[in-house]
Every structure is written in structure tokens, then in C-alpha cells.
């Protein structure tokens, strides 16, 4: 089974600083799917990254990138010039590439606070 | 990007009494949906998937005949909480997965629905 881990419940980070959230996942499949989504009070659901594991460059998304290391299993978020409306609770997320069973498994989240 | 709409996103009912939510992916075809539930400062936590022209898939300890699902269309998918009681208050969430080519299989969610059952 896989599993998804979020070793820091909470961060915080001043305004325009850079910070960097953690994710490890456990999985024998070598062919998967990882996602960072973002939910800020609103509790939206909002997809901030993907990255597909065959790829080997990282993925980046504006102020978002990913340090995907492969062999180490972790897939990290890092935020530059962090905004106030970053804040947010951040989970990190696993699945298959198989459609039959596509679901997403998900970390219990980095609640991350940008102070002004 | 992917927009997917989630209606009512508060609802107030009276113990007993079923609530129907709703779920849509308006600019592309979802064959499959998922539903969620998620306590407060939780993760979410799948409840079940649902498949276009076929039965749900349930996760483990999840009632199917409290939790009914309807996937009718490649737009819509429906979970209706039958019998609520206070115990089923929650936020509910569905997500969309994108199938097309390019999609990447990426889930787009809903803006959750907010249960309160009195």
C-alpha cells in the first residue's frame, strides 16, 4: 500500500522569503503521479503542481518548483517571494498511473502561514 | 484550467431527512468522479469513486446504502446522504479526474459542500 508522509504540521514564513515543504511517499509502483494542492480557508481544493515520475526534470509552476529525487522517494515544495495569500494548508499527494484505480492518496497536510 | 462546480455548498437539514449534492465538471469530461470527506483540520479522506454508466466503487467502512452515488452522465455525478443524522455533519468534496490527453489524470475538485444535520 502506499502512504504519504508530511513530517511539519505547521511552518511559517515572512512575507517574500522562501520556504520549502516536505513530502516522502512509499511505493513499489514505477510508474506514478505526484501532486502538491494547496487549500486555503475557503477549503477549496486548488491543484498548485504536478509532477509524473517518469520525468526527471522537476516541475515548476511560476513562484512553485519540486525537488522530485526519485530514488529517495520525496517530493518537496519549495515557495519563493511567499505571499499572504499563500497561506494555506498544503497537502502533498500519490496516484497510480492506473485508471482503475486512479485515486489520489493524500498526506495530513503543512499548514503554512506567510506573516506579513 | 479545470472548473468543477459543487451545489449546495451549505446545506442545513433536519435529522432523518435525505440530501442530494451535486457535482460537475464543466469544461471536460470526467469518466471518473471521487467523493470526499474531510473533519476539521483533517486530510481528506476518500469515501468512494464513481464510474460513468457503472456502480460505485466504496472504500472500506463506507455504507453504500447510506451514501448513494449516481454517475449518469460524463458531466454529473450525484451522492445523496439518505437518513441523515448528526453523526453524517461534515464537508463533503468531489473531485473530477481529467482524462484527456494532456490531462495527466490530474483530479480537479469541487468547492465542497458544508452538511450540518440538526
Known amino acids: 500500500a502506499q502512504t504519504v508522509t508530511q513530517s511539519q504540521p505547521e511552518m511559517s514564513v515572512q512575507e517574500a522569503e522562501t520556504v520549502t515543504l516536505s513530502c516522502t511517499y512509499d511505493?513499489?509502483?514505477?510508474?506514478?503521479?505526484l501532486f502538491w494542492y494547496k487549500q486555503p480557508p475557503s477549503r477549496q481544493m486548488i491543484l498548485v503542481i504536478r509532477?509524473?515520475?517518469?520525468?526527471?526534470q522537476n516541475a515548476t509552476e511560476n513562484r512553485f518548483s519540486v525537488n522530485f529525487q526519485k530514488a529517495a522517494k520525496s517530493f518537496s515544495l519549495k515557495i519563493s517571494d511567499s505571499q499572504l495569500g499563500d497561506t494555506a494548508m498544503y497537502f502533498c499527494?500519490?496516484?497510480?498511473?492506473?485508471?482503475?484505480?486512479?485515486?489520489?492518496?493524500f498526506g495530513k497536510g503543512t499548514k503554512l502561514s506567510v506573516k506579513p | 484550467g479545470a472548473v468543477v462546480s459543487q451545489h449546495p455548498s451549505w446545506v442545513i437539514c433536519k435529522s432523518g431527512t435525505s440530501v442530494k449534492i451535486e457535482c460537475r465538471s464543466l469544461?471536460?469530461?470526467?469518466?471518473?468522479m471521487f467523493w470526499y470527506r474531510q473533519f476539521p483540520k483533517q486530510s481528506l479522506m476518500l469515501m468512494a469513486t464513481s464510474n460513468e454508466g457503472s456502480k460505485a466503487t466504496y472504500e472500506q467502512g463506507v455504507e453504500k446504502d447510506k451514501f448513494l452515488i449516481n454517475h449518469a452522465s460524463l458531466t454529473l455525478s450525484t451522492l445523496t446522504v439518505t437518513s441523515a443524522h448528526p453523526e453524517d455533519s461534515s464537508f463533503y468534496i468531489c473531485s473530477a479526474r481529467d482524462d484527456t490527453a494532456g490531462g495527466g489524470e490530474t483530479q480537479y475538485f469541487g468547492p465542497g459542500t458544508r452538511l450540518l444535520v440538526l
Open positions: 509532477q509524473e515520475a517518469y520525468k526527471q
Open positions: 511505493t513499489s509502483e514505477s510508474n506514478y503521479y
Open positions: 499527494a500519490f496516484m497510480k498511473h492506473d485508471r482503475s484505480q486512479g485515486n489520489l492518496i
Open positions: 469544461d471536460f469530461q470526467a469518466t471518473t
